[in-house]
């Protein structure tokens, strides 16, 4: 059976993200922090959400977290293709700043609020590298 | 400070259906054409003009003016609305404002979509990097994780949601511009069999896209009765606010901006929660709705399913909802969307509600909602209280 399409993303089209898809070719989850109020925050901005300035830098994240919201997505769509029903979930970081990723090591009904997750990798078109979790019992 | 000056003098709707093949200004046309025969207003009295940006003309930045020409109007103020399902509600403040400090007389504020005839939607920004490889796509997987916290923070019952579809549905039974697809009776067995689309979110839970038009007419109190109007709604109260949370990245999803406006659009209107006849809150999903009972202080936090199973929400009850069947039961047409209940709103007031008029409709809150964030609850909040 043939692989799912995984459409890889026009990298560094809203703002300069090449930070976090050079992290991800590394294995490392890279997201933008503040350096004025020591506060990360995702998705990228061109500017920092708690002062406006540009004062921002890329720092690598554990990955470690707690699930704080989660969905099972069960309508098809563009790149969805053999992936139903998807473990879709918001993960609050350790940093004090939330991702939205994959589940990819449990069924989707197993998956609830309040689980602790860790960094895994999921692969895109062309083996591309996108960060999702797993769950850490 | 109450403000009674500005009024809406007039509403049109056009049906609200799908696959109609028709544009954006082919409905549009429609929708002015039945307010200029609704209320008898010369077209060359128009002098004001708000369009709600439409996701089937999205492409076109130039859609307000091209509107213009399409509708044969010279307008001395002309605003293009792009607060999503908050343009309508927007568009009427703006136009009072304009009308305040003299830019214009009379606005027209006109919604028209056409997502099945165009969708021309391409909204970029983070969405292509960091939300499609996760395979949330759209809003039902916003508002499934939305729904999700709401459940672990205060638990949900699935026959509130069910009987918020219901109520509303049976409205939409009521009204001649529903969308024919949904005028079917729907019970509590349909409800909750209907299948998941992004768990807790089930399909009647969520609007379907249709295609429509709607426009309301503002004008000043005076100007109205100078042209000759009866029948009006005072704009006594209105409140906005966009990407509440929008810097704290550990917000509680639970809480939107109207719980922010809340007291502000009562506190402008002169009212309290037990004051408000008729709700009218946008209703793209069912716990948006639950939720709003909660931040306009109809329900305590957190407690807003039980608000619902306790109280008659038809058009007959203690708090009448979405008595043309809102959103989730008339059909949701496209970014026009913001527009369907407040038209409902007005029609109520005037008395024109047919067989699903509301007793002694002496005033009436209606919501916006616009668009969703990454990971956070929705961004644009509008709120406007209309007074008899």
Redesign the interface.
């Known amino acids: 059976m043939a692989e799912p399409k995984r459409p890889v993303p026009a990298e560094n089209v809203f703002v300069d993200t090449r930070p976090f898809w050079a992290g991800a070719r590394a294995g490392k989850l890279v997201l933008q922090f503040c350096r004025d109020s020591g506060k990360f925050q995702h998705h990228p901005r061109p500017v920092s959400i708690h002062t406006g300035r540009r004062n921002l830098e890329w720092r690598e994240v554990s990955g470690k977290g707690t699930i704080y919201a989660r969905t099972i997505v069960r309508v098809p769509g563009p790149g969805l293709e053999g992936r139903l029903p998807l473990s879709v979930v918001t993960v609050e970081l350790e940093e004090g700043v939330r991702i939205i990723g994959n589940i990819l090591d449990r069924r989707p009904e197993d998956v609830r609020i309040g689980q602790r997750v860790a960094l895994a990798w999921d692969k895109l078109d062309r083996g591309v590298c996108y960060p999702a979790f797993k769950i850490v019992d | 400070m109450k403000q009674h000056d500005i009024v809406i003098a007039g509403y049109s709707e056009t049906k609200i259906d799908q696959k109609t093949g028709k544009s954006a200004y082919e409905l549009g046309g429609e929708a002015f054409d039945l307010l200029l025969q609704s209320t008898g207003v010369p077209k060359r009295a128009i002098d004001g003009l708000s369009v709600n940006a439409a996701i089937s003309e999205a492409c076109n930045p130039f859609f307000a003016v091209f509107m213009c020409d399409a509708l044969g109007l010279t307008p001395s103020w002309l605003n293009l609305s792009g607060l999503g399902g908050c343009s309508s509600l927007g568009g009427v403040a703006r136009a009072a404002s304009a009308i305040r400090d003299g830019q214009c007389e009379v606005a027209v504020v006109l919604g028209a979509d056409a997502l099945g005839t165009f969708n021309r939607s391409m909204f970029?920004?983070?969405r292509?990097?960091?939300?499609?490889?996760?395979?949330?796509?759209?809003p039902?997987?916003a508002f499934?994780?939305?729904?999700?916290?709401y459940e672990?923070q205060f638990g949900l019952k699935y026959e509130a949601l069910g009987k918020i579809a219901i109520t509303q549905r049976e409205h939409a039974l009521l009204n001649d511009n529903a969308c024919p697809k949904l005028r079917k009776p729907l019970t509590m067995q349909e409800y909750l069999s209907s299948?998941?689309?992004?768990?807790?979110?089930r399909l009647l839970d969520c609007v379907m896209v249709c295609e429509g038009a709607n426009a309301v007419l503002v004008t000043s109190e005076a100007k109205a009765r100078a042209l000759g109007l009866k029948k009006m709604a005072y704009i006594t109260g209105y409140a906005e606010l966009t990407n509440f949370g929008?810097?704290d990245?550990?917000t509680d999803?639970t809480l939107s901006g109207h719980s922010q406006i809340a007291s502000r659009v009562f506190e402008r209107a002169g009212r309290k929660p037990d004051d408000i006849r008729m709700f009218h809150p946008y209703d793209d999903f069912t716990i948006a709705v639950v939720m709003q009972l909660e931040e306009y202080g109809f329900a305590p936090r957190g407690k807003g399913c039980d608000y619902v199973l306790a109280t008659d929400l038809s058009f007959k009850g203690k708090l009448p909802l979405n008595t043309g069947g809102g959103q989730i039961s008339a059909g949701q047409p496209g970014l026009a969307g913001g527009g369907l209940n407040l038209v409902e709103a007005v029609r109520q007031m005037f008395g024109e509600g047919g067989a699903r008029q509301v007793a002694d409709p002496k005033n009436a809150l209606v919501t916006g909602i616009g668009m969703i964030p990454?990971?956070r609850n929705w961004s644009v909040n509008t709120a406007l209280i209309l007074e008899q």
Do not use: C
Request: aromatic share 8%; glycine share 18%.
């Open positions: 970029g920004a983070w292509g990097e960091f939300l499609e490889p996760t395979g949330a796509l759209g039902p997987a499934g994780l939305l729904m999700s916290r672990h299948r998941m689309i992004a768990d807790p979110l929008g810097d990245p550990l999803i990454y990971g």
